[in-house]
């Protein structure tokens, strides 16, 4: 099949363009505004940027009313936000925070969930994740859309603390991601989590490549001036 989005019909009972990037990880962002209260909500367009420093960014529609989120709002005011990981147990309180509530609910206790401090910025952590960024916010790209939902906010944030669960740590210093079974997100309404895995070196003797791969900025460093 073949058509031009916006221009040409797809044909097809549900538009399949989500489901051909799959399966995307969750920026399950927490928030405070300008009040003092916490915000929490899963973003299915996240992704980390770069490692060095590392930085992050998640993306956000506008709500059915055309209005911008209170992830976006709030990262922007007082210069903060926390990805939290979501899990395959922490599922259904991912989906309850997903819920269009009105400004100012907390969606921590509308999905029940625990909050913890964080160190070094205000937002809450969300008690149960095995893994927590906390972020100051950089910037927003704002690229404009079909109303009412299609404008959309790109917010870029640099991860200056990471939270990781002793417990997903295997003794030879992995995180164990089989043990996470990281949540993803897929099309329609399905999702995903992550239950196997495989390993591929790029060929070659680069370990300033290698380090790349691995996202290690030490590693890059100290192999400067050796195999290319």
């Given at each position: 099949m073949y058509y031009e989005p916006g221009k040409t019909p797809h044909g097809l009972p549900h538009d399949p363009f989500k489901s051909c990037v799959i399966p995307r990880p969750i920026g399950w962002i927490s928030t405070v505004d300008a009040k003092g209260r916490d915000n929490l909500a899963p973003y299915s367009q996240f992704q980390n940027v770069?490692?060095?420093?590392?930085?992050?960014?998640?993306?956000?529609?506008?709500?059915?009313?055309?209005?911008?989120?209170?992830?976006?709002?709030?990262?922007?005011?007082?210069?903060?936000?926390?990805?939290?990981?979501?899990?395959?147990?922490?599922?259904?309180?991912?989906?309850q925070s997903a819920q269009e509530l009105p400004h100012g609910e907390d969606e921590f206790e509308v999905a029940g969930l625990e909050?913890?401090?964080?160190?070094?910025?205000?937002?809450?952590?969300?008690k149960g994740?095995?893994?927590q960024f906390e972020c100051t916010y950089l910037n927003t790209v704002r690229f404009p859309g079909t109303p009412p939902m299609g404008s959309v906010d790109v917010v870029f944030g640099r991860v200056v603390a990471i939270h990781i669960d002793d417990a997903i740590i295997t003794p030879e210093g992995?995180?164990?991601?089989l043990k996470i079974k990281p949540l993803a997100r897929m099309g329609y309404y399905d999702y995903t989590y992550v239950d196997n895995k495989f390993q591929m070196v790029i060929p070659g003797n680069s370990k300033a490549l290698l380090a790349g791969l691995e996202g290690s900025a030490d590693k890059v460093q100290s192999s400067i001036g050796?195999?290319?």
């Open positions: 770069t490692f060095d420093p590392p930085i992050v960014m998640f993306s956000a529609n506008q709500n059915t009313h055309g209005s911008r989120k209170d992830s976006v709002n709030n990262a922007e005011q007082t210069g903060e936000f926390v990805w939290n990981m979501a899990t395959y147990d922490l599922r259904e309180a991912v989906n909050k913890l401090s964080s160190s070094l910025v205000k937002p809450k952590r969300v994740s095995p893994i992995l995180i164990d991601v050796g195999s290319k």
